[in-house]
């Protein structure tokens, strides 16, 4: 899933194989819920995900093994999530996915093969998506008093100063965000549509209140010419890829209750969606049954 930012995951390393199959659709690198996992999945989820860059060559020892660890720990998570989605009978029509491929659609040949497994991989993240949203909304909304009491605590990050209101959205690959940001341009999408499509999690684009001065220079060159409502050219941060939009530039804040009081609220939101979904994926490790077959996968697998 989009978000590859991965969580921690209590994984027990299985005994590697003597002599794993040779083919990819054979060898089995996990099992979720005694559901075996393939290292064709996971060369296909690398394959979507891991930006291509001939830098990669020179990364320091050690440091892909940990790139595509996460990664691994990624759709693991994904699996657990849509095993959980199964199990509630969450259901995807053939119109969502047909959608959700269209947004995506023109940028190169298609095959059969292909194409079932993007269809597959539509209606399971699809599917994930609206198991989150379920959790989501099933969340109370904070209080007056606990918003009061945030803002209190939290005051000075709530109102930064040389404030701007950003939105960010996380894509899983350059090629992707540069399909999404063409679409944009060209005024056939917006970036809400793209939002709704594209997010790793719900919430995930909306809104931030962001300090100027605490962006990198990287994203500061990219965003300073940016007027209300333009979104960037994707950017590569920290291993991933983000296309932001500018939502306004906000003079000092200091004296705008209204605009304080907001700011905690939605962070106070933020913050029970994301406990949320994290109470869920701790659940779902505890009873997954999880085994990890180390020894099938390319790669020195790194638990964090």
Known sequence: MKRLAALSLLLFLAPACDDPPSDPRLTVVAYVDNEPVYLSELQQYFESNLVADDTND????????????????????????????????????????????????GESPDDTDDRTWRELEARQRLMVQKLQEQVVRAQPAPTDDEVASYTEQHR??????????????????????????????RKRMTFNEAALAYEPSPGQALPQRMSWDSLSDELREALEKLKPGQVSQPIELHGSIYLFQVGKWMADPADEDAELIQRARQELESLRRREALDHLLGELRERSNLRIKSGNLSFRYAPI
């Open 156 to 185: 000075e990050q709530l109102l930064p100063s040389q404030p701007l209101e950003l939105r960010a959205l996380q894509l899983r690959s350059m090629k992707e965000a540069e399909r999404v940001h063409r679409e944009i341009r």
């Open 58 to 105: 020179d990364l320091p020892p050690g440091t892909m093994d940990k790139i595509k660890s996460r990664l691994f720990d990624a759709l693991i998570e994904e699996r657990m999530f849509y095993g959980e989605a199964q199990r509630r009978e969450i259901q995807v029509s053939d119109l969502e996915i047909a959608t959700y491929l269209d947004l995506g659609a």
